[in-house]
């Protein structure tokens, strides 16, 4: 399976395909992680307006989970979802370059 990663060069990343792949993944994985420290994870969440017709919109507000069950566990679906992917970038980098 490849790792969907932009094939644009960048400043610094090695010409060897495997180390620019390796480096390019880690740049992907630094990205994530801050993502994910940040809490905002895109998720869908359902709101209803002041007339009570029910709107759906994919957001990174967290506080938008506070406003329902269903939302709460739409955001936790995405949170856990955002944590395997990180982790399968990682395996694949480690695949690439064995932990030292």
Known sequence: MSIP????????IP?????????RL?????RLVAQQASGRIGYWAALTDERGVSHFA???DPACADLSPENAATRTRAVAGFNRAIERYR????GIRPAQ
């Open 5 to 12: 990663v932009p094939s644009t060069p960048a400043a610094g």
């Open 91 to 94: 395996a694949n980098l480690t």
């Open 15 to 23: 010409g060897d395909p495997e180390e620019s792949r390796a480096a």
């Open 26 to 30: 880690e740049i992907l994985i630094a």
């Open 58 to 60: 994919f957001t990174t």
